[in-house]
């Protein structure tokens, strides 16, 4: 096919190709009707005008905590009137007004002016409207950690759970979405006495949930017979192996293209090897890396260049965008993202931290060189 032939052909693999983008909602939640359950029951006393349990919903990535939360809200929607449910994603809202004009657009249909409008002035209009309405309301802040990030921001968490102070008939809860297990310890340490949250913790799927939800996924995005169930099998060994579905769902989408554009009708497991080589391996890490500031980058990529680097010799390298204090905040960071492990070694009479990578060097690398290009 020449150029031309191939921009014009409408011949496609993809039945709908939304359905393999990270915010399409599926159809049908499989394997979390235990966890569904219970977050029903928590949050139940809102949809009678009560104050909602504050709930901490836990779990590794890629367990589907965002999918079940909105499929929740959404019949929310449906059955009450009573309880307004607002789902905050913090990686991207994460300071106090942010969220706040989160609650006004789920409230209003649309955020308040950026300036000029007072963060309390806000909070009140959407308190008293509660109030007016005889309306709870249940907050999802979603990857929460992020909300500790910024200076004051997880004030909004106070914020939310004590309206009932100058409010006294609005009532409210919050659940908290988390994956990193030992964040758990700070939010019990720095919401102490105000968020004491009963816990659903959402397990890893296991590789034959995994098989299920890809092979749902594949049927509702691919023109039937374009890959058969012994290739998803395949898929979701390597999506097992990394513990999150979105590697086995970027690497549907990634071999239909590969596939596509060998003009094939059919996925073949080369497609899905040279998708995995090229794409999905990196998923995971590239979701994380995505939200670091340049200095972790910076940081991350020198430990990649140079593993087993002790922490003086690593602080030379990047004192030029990092301070003593925002340098060990950093290393603290990318730490609890998973991304690095330190070890103490002895040198001389001293002691000294050496840093590694857990990801392959080389993977690092080259998702760091390409976040920069963009
Ligand atoms: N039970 C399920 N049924 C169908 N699709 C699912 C299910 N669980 C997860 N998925 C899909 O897997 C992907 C990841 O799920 P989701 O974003 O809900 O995970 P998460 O636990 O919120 O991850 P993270 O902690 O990284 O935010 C999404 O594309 C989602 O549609
Ligand atoms: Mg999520």
């Known amino acids: 096919m020449d150029i031309k032939d191939m921009l014009?052909?409408?011949?496609?693999?993809?039945r709908d190709e939304e359905v393999f983008d990270p915010n399409?909602?599926?159809?049908?939640?499989?394997?979390?009707?235990k966890e569904l359950q219970s977050l029903v029951a928590l949050i139940k006393p809102g949809l009678r005008g009560g104050k909602p349990h504050n709930t901490l919903v836990i779990g590794p990535p890629g367990t589907g905590k965002t999918t079940t939360i909105h499929f929740l809200f959404d019949e929310v929607e449906k059955a009450s009137d009573k309880m307004v449910t607002v789902h905050v994603n913090c990686k991207l809202l994460n300071t106090k007004f942010s969220v706040v004009s989160e609650i006004h657009k789920r409230i209003y249909g649309f955020r308040p002016p950026d300036t000029g409008v007072p963060y309390t002035s806000i909070y009140d209009k959407i308190m008293t409207n509660l109030g007016r309405k005889g309306q709870s309301?249940?907050?999802?802040?979603?990857?929460?950690?992020?909300?500790?990030?910024?200076?004051?921001a997880n004030d909004i968490m106070y914020d939310i759970l004590r309206a009932y102070e100058h409010f006294p008939n609005v009532r409210t809860g919050i659940v908290a979405i988390l994956s990193k297990e030992d964040f758990r310890e700070v939010l019990a340490t720095k919401l102490y006495s105000i968020f004491m949250?009963?816990?659903?913790?959402?397990?890893?799927?296991?590789?034959?949930e995994t098989y299920e939800i890809l092979r749902m996924r594949a049927h509702a995005g691919f023109f039937p017979g374009v890959?058969?169930?012994?290739?998803?099998?395949?898929?979701a060994e390597y999506t097992t192996r990394h513990g999150d579905l979105?590697?086995?769902?970027?690497?549907?989408?990634?071999?239909?293209?590969i596939a596509e554009s060998k003009a094939k009708r059919k996925i073949e497991l080369e497609d899905i090897e040279a998708?995995?080589?090229?794409?999905?391996?990196?998923?995971t890490l590239e979701e994380k890396l995505s939200v670091l500031s340049e200095g972790e980058l910076k940081l991350l990529k020198e430990i990649a260049l140079d593993g087993g680097i002790r922490s003086g010799k690593l602080y030379?390298?990047?004192?030029?965008?990092?301070?003593?204090?925002?340098?060990?905040?950093?290393?603290?960071?990318?730490?609890?993202y998973g991304l690095i492990d330190s070890k103490f070694i002895t040198v001389g009479r001293g002691r000294s931290r050496s840093f590694y990578t857990r990801s392959p060097e080389e993977d690092v690398l080259l998702v760091i060189d390409d976040i920069a290009k963009r």
Not at 8 to 14: A, G, H, N, P, V
Not at 26 to 33: G, H, T
Not at 137 to 151: G, Q, S
């Open 8 to 14: 014009m052909s409408d011949e496609t693999l993809f």
């Open 316 to 336: 030379d390298k990047v004192g030029n965008c990092l301070n003593k204090k925002t340098f060990s905040q950093a290393l603290n960071k990318l730490e609890t």
């Open 24 to 33: 399409y909602l599926p159809e049908e939640l499989l394997f979390r009707d």
């Open 137 to 152: 309301l249940l907050v999802a802040l979603d990857d929460v950690d992020f909300l500790f990030e910024e200076k004051y």
């Open 275 to 283: 998708a995995y080589e090229k794409k999905a391996r990196f998923v």
């Open 197 to 208: 949250p009963q816990e659903v913790i959402f397990p890893p799927y296991s590789m034959s």
């Open 227 to 235: 890959i058969s169930d012994e290739l998803v099998e395949h898929i």
């Open 246 to 257: 979105r590697v086995g769902i970027s690497l549907l989408s990634s071999s239909g293209l």
